[in-house]
């Protein structure tokens, strides 16, 4: 079985450009989340699907991010404009919905974004 | 909302010896933690996990308790071995449904000295 898949796995960009990162969960995970990792700190919850509709956003630093989950498949995490801040490790992960779940989840490999 | 403080930052023991790390978290509700294992390169891993019904869980050289008076749990792993040096991160959440959202601490740098 495939794993959750992250594209793209290392981004260079400018000041105020856009990104755009892609995340393909684990097939028939019904939950997928995303978070991101700066150097030396937590690993911070930024929001959560379960299929296509938003459970909670409440960890987005700003309006400068943007997430979709059409379809309730694959995801996207858009950053327009970005900002130095926003460099880090931006982690995928996903997991089984609520009735046949053990809690795990399961992490993509990460898309590093570096702001220059 | 949930806040978890994980500590110590980068811990270093001689291969054979022990390792803990420790975790405590604010939210009294919290009743699932998880921890996960991020080797060099690779994505983070799920090796072991606690539910608040129990104080104590093992799973081979690994185990973990649980102090939820004190709001504090904490991860062992007996007789190191080099493939254990890692990035160890705990976490938090509320309930067993996927639906609530996991809160990390800053992980813990662990470095097996041969």
């Known amino acids: 079985e495939a794993g959750v898949t992250q594209f793209p796995s290392h981004s260079v960009i400018e000041k105020g450009q856009t990104v755009t990162l892609r995340c393909d969960p684990i097939?028939?995970?019904?939950?997928l989340y995303w978070y991101r990792r700066v150097m030396g700190k937590e690993i911070k919850f930024l929001l959560h699907?379960?299929?296509?509709?938003?459970?909670?956003e409440s960890g987005m630093p700003n309006n400068r991010f943007l997430a979709e989950r059409t379809g309730g498949t694959y995801s996207t995490l858009k950053v327009q404009p970005a900002e130095l801040e926003d460099s880090g490790v931006y982690f995928c992960?996903?997991?089984?919905?609520?009735?046949?779940?053990?809690?795990?989840?399961?992490f993509g490999e990460g898309s590093r974004l570096t702001v220059l | 909302g949930e806040n978890v403080e994980q500590h110590p930052s980068t811990l270093s023991v001689q291969e054979g010896d022990s390792a803990v790390i420790k975790c405590t978290y604010s939210?009294?509700?919290?009743?699932?933690f998880p921890w996960y294992k991020q080797e060099l390169g690779k994505r983070p891993q799920l090796i072991i996990d606690i539910r608040s019904n129990v104080g104590e869980k093992k799973d081979q050289r690994i185990a973990v308790t649980l102090n939820k008076t004190a709001k504090h749990f904490s991860l062992h792993i007996t007789e190191t071995q080099p493939e254990d040096s890692a990035v160890y991160f705990c976490a938090a959440a509320l309930g067993y449904s996927s639906a609530s959202k996991i809160i990390f601490g800053s992980g813990t740098r662990l470095s097996i000295r041969p």
């Open positions: 097939s028939g995970h019904d939950n």
């Open positions: 992960a996903s997991s089984l919905n609520r009735y046949r779940n053990t809690g795990e989840l399961f």
């Open positions: 699907f379960v299929k296509e509709s938003k459970q909670d």
């Open positions: 939210d009294s509700a919290s009743n699932y």
